[in-house]
């Protein structure tokens, strides 16, 4: 059984064309190392980033919940300790 995870930015195009380019590099790759950083805590792995696409999954040789779980947690940390605001900053006030 596999649980995937997926998610992007809302508003990228939006928010990607009031930066300069450096910029939006900068800011993607402060939100994928924290989501890497995520995604190595609760033992996911990383499938693919593509732009502001970030993919991840968990492999479950027992039971689904498990996988769903480690998915849940990732997901619920990622959407408190990454936000956009306008210093484009991935907060990491809530690691544990």
């Known amino acids: 059984c596999v649980t995937i995870f997926f ?12 930066l300069l380019p450096e910029e939006v590099c900068d800011m993607l790759d402060r939100l994928y190392l924290k989501l890497d950083m995520l995604a190595d805590k609760y033992e996911l792995f990383k499938v693919e980033t593509i732009g502001d696409a970030y993919m991840a999954g968990k492999r479950s040789s027992y039971i689904a919940e498990v996988g769903r779980s480690s998915i849940d947690a990732f997901a619920l940390r990622r959407y408190k300790g990454c936000s956009h605001d306008s210093s484009n900053e991935c907060s990491s006030k809530n690691d544990a």
Not at 8 to 15: A, K, L, M
């Open 7 to 18: 998610s992007d930015i809302v508003g990228f195009t939006n928010i990607s064309g009031t």
